[in-house]
T-cell receptor
């Protein structure tokens, strides 16, 4: 399977715990995006990487959130001190740097904070 | 805030009928992409239309783009029960110096067998 892969698919955590999600983009894609989606809403942009550089961050990405893409390949999204409001689907996407190319999404990680 | 808004928010049709959903956006775009999302799943890419294109087809899908009205439409012809899903438009704002895709609020389509 050469699509975008996310792990885990589901995560249940207690409030206050830290969680980390992983995204493996399509191998030749150098652009990587993280989005968050709550029930009944469209995906909301969190952050964007070009290779290993984090070039854009949303105001939604509070200081409890951090994302990395250490070697320009896979990426991790960490949420510290989780809150119930963090419960959502976290989606990763990747695309080529060529203009007007599609962005492909993974299956997402569904986070439930109890 | 969301860049795009889909209309209608929900649509229920009979199998075999056509489904049309619309997307409006606010700023200049490089391209617009349509996605499908089945309940609780990831987004599946359907079609990309560039800002200099007016219409594009892919199988039973037809997408139009009117940059003067800042709107796009997605037509699904001869709908099937398997088309039941949420549909989102996403605008590429890379001409505005940002690389993010901005999604609309989605249209929830239900196709009745």
């Amino acid at each position: 399977d050469t699509g975008v892969s996310q792990d885990p698919r589901h995560k249940i955590t207690k409030r206050g715990q830290n969680v980390t999600f992983r995204c493996d983009p399509i191998s030749e894609h150098n652009r990587l995006y993280w989005y968050r989606q709550t029930l009944g809403q469209g995906p909301e942009f969190l952050t964007y990487f070009q290779n290993e550089a984090q070039l854009e961050k949303s105001r939604l990405l509070s200081d409890r959130f951090s994302a990395e893409r250490p070697k320009g390949s896979f990426s991790t999204l960490e949420i510290q001190r989780t809150e119930q409001g963090d419960s959502a689907m976290y989606l990763c996407a990747s695309s080529s740097r060529q203009p007007n190319t599609e962005a492909f999404f993974g299956q997402g990680t569904r986070l439930t904070v109890v | 805030s969301q860049q795009g808004e889909e209309d209608p928010q929900a649509l229920s049709i009979q199998e075999g009928e056509n489904a049309t959903m619309n997307c409006s956006y606010k700023t200049s775009i490089n391209n617009l992409q349509w996605y499908r999302q089945n309940s609780g799943r990831g987004l599946v890419h359907l079609i990309l239309i560039r800002s200099n294109e007016r219409e594009k087809h892919s199988g039973r899908l037809r997408v139009t783009l009117d940059t003067s009205k800042k709107s796009s439409s997605l037509l699904i012809t001869a709908s099937r029960a398997a088309d039941t899903a949420s549909y989102f438009c996403a605008t590429d704002l890379s001409t505005s110096g940002t690389y993010k895709y901005i999604f609309g609020t989605g249209t929830r389509l239900k196709v009745l067998a």
